[in-house]
């Protein structure tokens, strides 16, 4: 569980290192001078990470697996499509007036 920690300027000069993996972990240090709160460090919201350490993430939750871990799957074969029917259908799909027939 996260929790905030009050620290002095001067302490958290000495241990910046500890009190950032600390908030890696989702804790909050309220930073003080002389006994009154002048800043806070807290951990950067999921979604203001970079991908590659959002991904890095769920790897090591188990929630997804990297591409270079998991076995390669063959692709399924392509559809065969005659003559003109893929652009015709790529021509519906860009400009939306493709038949909505339910």
């Known amino acids: ?25 989702g804790n909050e240090i309220l930073l003080t001078e002389r006994g009154r ?14 991908l590659a350490v ?4 769920l790897e090591q939750a188990g929630l997804v697996e ?7 799957r063959a692709l399924p074969p392509p559809i065969p499509v005659t003559g003109e029917v893929a652009q015709r259908l790529l021509r519906e799909d860009r ?7 339910g």
Do not use: N
Request: some cysteine; charged content about 30%; proline content about 7%.
């Open 66 to 72: 990297s591409a270079s871990s998991c076995r390669h």
């Open 1 to 25: 569980m996260a929790s905030s920690i009050s620290v002095g300027i001067r302490e958290a000069k000495t241990r910046l290192s500890q009190l950032l993996k600390m908030v890696q972990k």
């Open 37 to 50: 709160p002048v800043g806070k460090i807290v951990p950067l919201p999921k979604e203001a990470l970079p």
């Open 54 to 57: 959002r991904v890095r993430e």
């Open 95 to 101: 400009d939306g007036s493709h038949d909505r027939r």
